[in-house]
């Protein structure tokens, strides 16, 4: 049996990659936690364990890594006020730190769970494919970026999972943006923004079946078959929810509300919703080419495009 680590296992894709990995695989798991809670009920069949550790104290990693086959990497952080400041440190510094632990036991692969916008501006014209040598335009991108670097030359048979946005029920972004619409505060800037995605469901199936192929190593860019914008998306979501689309704004009052958002988090200590650095990665248009991916991991999805998979949203 496969011992499996998720770290973030008590985030949002990785508690759901934590319950899908238990109830379609053989895989013995550990979760490793670091201030939060796994969130989910697991049954008691020996098969899985939570690793509280802290990806700042090596010290603390040795233990949850102990006869770790493979590990599937979440953890980070995001909402928090002036990304630029402490990206660099919880995306690079703690993942060298994962690495040099993995390393020190034997880990044979680590799964990056990633996105490509590591590869700047891209479009279903020109989409993104396995460069390392691009300009990033946000720095979550641009740390992610370094993420990927540091991977694939000390663990050059690992695999990268460039994934577009994920939706569905469930899934943190899109019931951010429920939530929004629900009280008619959701925006969107008026330029239209190509966007990939890939439903919840093709995802976790995605992240399942590269576990189970050890052929798969390198990059590999995760989307669904639809070419659309998010204006187009956010428009049919809220007509799915019931809601009213979302107000067209000007891009210059969207980056007033995150630095809002942002002074009121580093005064108060509190989440901050929306960063500008995260309004900037969410300008940037993005679109891979699934080519591989759809050969090598995932050759049928259940929602080919974003009107197919309506019912979760």
């Known amino acids: 049996m496969k011992t499996v680590c998720i770290t973030g296992a008590a985030g949002n894709l990785g508690s759901l990659t934590a319950l899908h990995l238990h109830a379609h695989g053989d895989h013995a798991l550990r979760l490793m936690v670091h201030r939060k809670t796994f969130p989910f009920v697991l049954p008691d069949d020996g098969r899985t364990r939570v690793c509280p550790a802290d990806l700042n104290d090596p010290a603390t990693l040795d233990a949850a890594l102990e006869g770790v086959d493979e590990i599937v990497h979440y953890a980070g952080v995001l909402f928090k006020a002036r990304p630029e400041a402490f990206l660099p440190v919880t995306n690079v510094r703690y993942f060298a ?70 939706y569905g029920n469930g899934i943190l972004m899109p019931e951010a943006a429920r939530w929004f619409a629900r009280h008619r ?75 809002l958002f942002e002074a009121a988090s580093a005064v108060l200590g509190t989440r901050s919703p929306l960063t500008r650095d995260f309004v900037r990665i969410g300008m940037v248009p993005y679109y891979g080419d699934t080519t591989r991916f759809r050969r090598e991991i995932l050759p049928a999805l259940k929602y080919p495009t974003m009107r197919d998979g309506t019912g979760i949203f």
């Open 97 to 166: 730190n994962l690495l040099e632990a993995a390393k020190r036991q034997g880990v044979k692969r680590i799964v990056l769970i990633s996105f490509p916008h590591v590869e700047g501006p891209t479009t279903p014209e020109a989409p993104a494919t396995d460069r390392l040598d691009r300009t990033p335009v946000s720095m979550h991108a641009t740390t992610r970026l370094e993420e990927e670097k540091l991977l694939l030359a000390q663990f050059p048979e690992s695999v990268v999972l460039r994934v577009g946005m994920v």
């Open 185 to 259: 505060l959701l925006g969107v800037w008026r330029k239209p923004t190509p966007i990939h995605l890939i439903s919840s469901h093709d995802f976790l199936e995605a992240v399942a079946n590269t576990l189970e192929n050890p052929a798969a190593k390198g990059i590999y860019n995760v989307g669904d078959e639809g070419i659309q914008t998010l204006q187009e998306y956010l428009d049919l979501a809220c007509d799915t929810w019931g809601h009213a689309r979302p107000w067209r704004m000007p891009e210059s009052l969207i980056f007033t509300a995150a630095a």
